[in-house]
């Protein structure tokens, strides 16, 4: 190892790769055709592969000037997901897969019709090269009787098998291993199940679990009260079991993702049978126990996810990628980007280092751009999919080196300096990539869903009570772009650094809806 004679460099960036690095590259990213011979020369090679193809998206005149200025940001810290560098202007030698890291899956509804179809389109989602996360409580509880076979089902549980032989069968014919996410509410009856599932030797391997935990569970755990498992209830179930619904030992009313074929009130809660209650604090030991043991299940503040939602008006988000860092709509797309924080510290380990923030402010302009690219050949295989991204146009920026940046600038991690600097890297990194969003905006045009306007409902109103304060009313109709920069709790938080670019983003509408996504490493 020279390693002594590299830190001499004066910025990290002016480092050779490790052999270990090439290796992943070569092994993982470089693109070789059938026989195994290498197509990228070098890892500038694959730099230049991924920017030609993605500035062939941009109008034939500008193509060359983005080229170079996308490789420059390659060469600078900007790190496409590995399915953009992998398989971005790879046509030639592999057509059939997407630059889109993971997906989430369509809603599962509570039929055979649709959970079998669901698995089919999960089977082609996975051949393309993408994850998939998806939510299974909305299948209902093992043993609850299902009129039209005149049984009773097994369970969500199950059927979770299904996906996860599927995935496994699915990955073992490519060279990369299928991942998969199930997620599942905290209040469904075979919740307790779904948290011990992987006690099971070989159960569910395929899958990544997480629990849906929301605002109400948190409190009855907090205020050590009961805690009611319930179902979504027909209104066919109430008329033939005479249930009460305001008796509120049989019927709960609660947020779910689908509405249809259950009864529902105004402000689009929807009334669950109550299969079984139990202590809030059991079930949170059953969590905890297992999480120590297993390492899962995940916790998603589900509530929590849909209250910061950019796109929280037309967006009931229940699923994440199957690594967690991006919860998604159905049929959303993870399409992901990070820099690399260690280029841009100069003079590392000296008295005199410093971060080059105006660098740094560019390569994430230059980035924002490529990823808005990505949007425009995303090789997704299910229309479904294909509709979702270029309607939002949403991708999810981050960084990595986070911790080794701050020691390269000489301070202690978890110091006071260090909080700073992170806070500084992630509001800076929003900023810039607004900015290119509202310049994209006006060049390109908004993101289509931002274009379109939507009609004011009680619902929004309930979540929303500023909305109501501003003078706004059920029926009357509200542009998206007004709904994601004013009313967002998000884009609030990124007016109070910039107000005047959020007001542009509000009159303009932005590019994309979504921007910064930081992975859970």
Known sequence: MNMALELKATRLADIVLQEASLNIWDTKYRLKTKAGDAVDADINGTYERVARALAAVEEPAKRAEWYERFVWALQRGAIPAGRIMSNAGAEQHKPATSTINCTVSGTIE??????????????????????????????????????????????????????????????????RRG???????????????????????????????SLLVTDEFMRAVKDDKPWQLAFPVSPQEIEEDGIDLADATRIVWREWPVTKGYVCDEQGLVACRVYRTLPARRLWDVIMSSTYDFAEPGFVLIDRVNEMNNNWWCEDIRATNPCGEQPLPAYGACLLGSINLT?????????HAYFDWEEFREVVRVFTRMLDNVVDVNGLPLQQQREEILSKRRHGMGFLGLGSAI???????????????????????????????????????????????????EEMLRKR???????????QRIPGRVLHSRYSRYMQRVREVAPELVDELEHCGARFTHHSSIAPT
């Open 110 to 175: 509570d039929s055979m019709h649709d959970i079998l179809s669901k698995v089919h389109e999960a089977g082609l989602t996975l051949k393309a090269g993408c994850g998939i996360g998806y939510e299974f409580s909305t299948l209902r509880p093992r043993g609850a009787y299902v009129s039209g076979a005149g049984a009773y089902t097994s369970g969500p549980l199950s059927f979770m098998d299904i996906y996860d032989k599927m995935c496994f069968t699915v990955s073992s014919a490519g060279g």
């Open 179 to 209: 991942a998969q996410m199930g997620t599942f509410d905290v209040g469904h009856p075979d919740a307790p199940d779904f948290v011990r599932a992987k006690r099971e030797n070989g159960r569910l391997r395929q899958f990544n679990l």
């Open 343 to 351: 280029k841009f510290v100069v003079a590392p380990f000296t008295d």
């Open 407 to 457: 020691t390269l600038l000489g301070m202690r991690y978890g110091s006071a300096d260090s909080v700073r600097f992170s806070e500084d890297v992630s509001r800076e990194l929003a900023i810039a990539g607004w900015q290119m969003g509202l310049e994209l905006a006006k060049e390109k045009g908004p993101a289509p869903i931002l274009l379109e306007e939507f009609d004011v409902t």
């Open 465 to 475: 009570p500023e909305m109501r304060a501003d003078g706004w009313q059920v029926g």
